[in-house]
């Protein structure tokens, strides 16, 4: 008799409604690659498992038991091996990694509900969302107790040790804690302490200070969650995660444009070299596969930045801002994700003359490139817009 394969009954049930798993993701605070990442496990955790049965209003439970009596066989429970390389896949612990809110609340879940012994911090701008995030995970209905909000600043005003506060915390029956505003090295020590000491889950949100400054003709980029990332992340788990309008990647990509270090200057230093070449098909493996663009783009980014130390911030981050990509005919038009508002907020401390390159087409007839130009500026009309 086959194993019970709790992840394929619940994607047939789930297609027997004639729903999506994007439905299914929405019920269950997930992104829909999480779901279609659940329809491949043969054992998923007790607590996701109630969630998706009352969203889809059938009793997994009550079958998995009446398949274990009549002689099936038990699925192994999944490897605690295989959670944290999930956790780490969605937050790698050597790389400046941008999440989104929809991939923060799986991050979350996976955080709260796996054994952690490291806090994990939170880089946002998005004060709107932040709070409530772990809060709803752990009221989820998945067994775990309620979150202590700890602060800082308040608990030394009123004459409390470090080692004091560890020991109240220790004491406590919140499985997680919520630490108020951490800043600075002493801070991030007292949080790994809290973490290593207690056995409980420390999080804490910081905000992001991202600026570009121009104060002698040349933009200077500065970004507070670099420097702590760069001296903490073998201790602490850091996430960073962008606001809707996604400004966070879109300021990294403005200031690299500035410089002619973006994605699209890459594109172009290399158009000469793939135009008419035996090696055509590298520009259409990369205009059909973004990923693989996206890559040698990182590739070429290291390359330059062994040259040029200032670009070394930017390598620890993934540089796969995701391109505007469009097809008219034999022409592919690409523009880089700087919507109005960013470009507003930092276009006074910017060059006057800059000369960024934010959009670019390529010719393409019978697989071959037969011209392609790279624009100097960029009347951004919305999502398609790639105007010269």
Known sequence: MEKYHVGHEIEKELRAQGKSARWLADKICLTPQAVYDIFK??????????????????????????????????????????IKERFEMLMPEDKLHVLDWEKYYELAEEFVMTEHHKPLIIYTNDWAAQTSVINNVADAELGIGKVHNLDLKDERKKGKTDDDMVQIVKAMPHPIIQVVSPSGDNDFHFLVSL??????????????????????????????????????????????????RQSYRQTRQLFLADWGEDILSFLKAHMPDLLNDKDHNTILEW???????????????????????????????FMDDKLNFKQDGSRWSISLPVDYITENTYKN???????????????????????FEGSLRQSYLGDDACEE
């Open 195 to 244: 973490a290593q000491v207690t056995g409980k889950k420390v999080f804490a949100y910081c905000r992001v200070l991202q600026t570009i400054n121009n104060y002698t003709n040349v933009p200077e980029y500065h970004d507070t969650t670099i420097k702590p990332f760069g001296a903490w992340h073998e201790q602490i788990h850091f996430a960073f995660v962008d606001d809707n």
């Open 41 to 82: 496990r043969e054992y998923i955790s007790t607590a996701r498992l109630i969630k998706i049965q009352r969203a889809l209003e059938r009793d997994f439970f009550m079958e998995y038991s009446k398949y274990i009596k009549n002689g099936g066989v038990v699925a192994d429970e999944e490897d605690e091996s295989v």
């Open 287 to 317: 205009l059909n596969n973004p990923e693989s663009l996206y890559e040698a783009y990182r590739t070429w980014l290291d390359a330059r930045a062994r040259k040029q130390a200032w670009l070394k911030d930017f390598t620890l981050m």
């Open 349 to 371: 401390k910017l060059m006057k003359d800059s000369l960024r390159r934010l959009s670019m087409w390529i010719e393409i007839q019978n697989d071959y490139i037969v011209d």
